[in-house]
C-alpha cells in the first residue's frame, strides 16, 4: 500500500467535515437572517378599569410604520375587568369605516379582510401572532362587543 492510498481515507473524512461545517454555517446565517427579517410591533390594549385616566378603550402601537416583511404582533392586555383581541384587518383607504352591526356592536368580519389575530385575551393576559405584511395600510382593532366604536382601533402604515 503506497503513502497515496493511506491517505486517501483522511482526505474523505476531512472533505466530510469541511462540508459539514459549511453547511452549519450556511443554516446559521439564513436563520439570523430570517430572524432579523421580523419587526415587532408591541400593542397595548386598554380601558379605563387598567388605567382611570384613560376616557375611552384604545390600542396603542409602538411602531405605526414599518418595512414589509414578518411583522411580529405583541398584544398585551392592560384592561382588569375586560377581554380584549387584535384582529389585524387590511384597509381600504377609500372606506376608512369598518362594516358594523349595530345590533351586535361588533365589525361584521365577513365583510372585510382579516389576516390574523390574537383571540379573546383575559385581563392582564398577553398573546403574539406574526404574519408576512405587503406595503399598504392596515388596522389592528378590537372586534369585542362595542369596542371597536368605543375606540380600540390603531393604524398601522407598511412600507417598501
Known amino acids: 500500500m503506497d ?6 481515507p483522511y482526505i474523505m473524512r476531512i472533505n466530510v467535515i469541511l462540508k459539514s461545517i ?15 427579517a421580523t419587526t415587532v410591533v408591541n400593542v397595548l ?7 382611570p385616566a384613560i376616557g375611552n378603550m384604545r390600542i ?8 414589509a416583511a414578518r411583522v411580529t404582533f405583541r398584544a398585551m392586555n392592560r384592561s382588569k375587568n ?4 387584535v384582529i389585524v384587518v387590511r384597509a381600504d383607504p377609500k ?26 385575551l383575559k385581563p392582564g393576559a398577553a398573546g ?8 399598504g395600510s392596515y388596522v389592528l382593532i378590537c372586534n369585542q362587543p362595542g369596542h371597536y366604536k368605543a375606540g380600540m382601533v390603531a393604524n398601522l402604515l407598511v412600507n417598501k
Do not use: Y
Request: hydrophobic share 45%; with cysteine.
Open 3 to 8: 503513502m497515496a492510498d493511506m491517505v486517501k
Open 22 to 36: 459549511v453547511l452549519v454555517l450556511s443554516l446559521a446565517m439564513f436563520s439570523s437572517a430570517a430572524v432579523a
Open 45 to 51: 390594549l386598554e380601558d379605563s378599569s387598567g388605567d
Open 60 to 67: 396603542s402601537l409602538d411602531n405605526a410604520t414599518v418595512t
Open 82 to 85: 375586560l377581554i380584549h383581541e
Open 95 to 120: 372606506k376608512p369605516e369598518l362594516p358594523c352591526d349595530e345590533k351586535k356592536a361588533e365589525v361584521i368580519e365577513k365583510k372585510i379582510q382579516t389576516l390574523g389575530e390574537i383571540s379573546d
Open 128 to 135: 403574539a401572532i406574526t404574519l408576512s405584511l405587503k406595503p
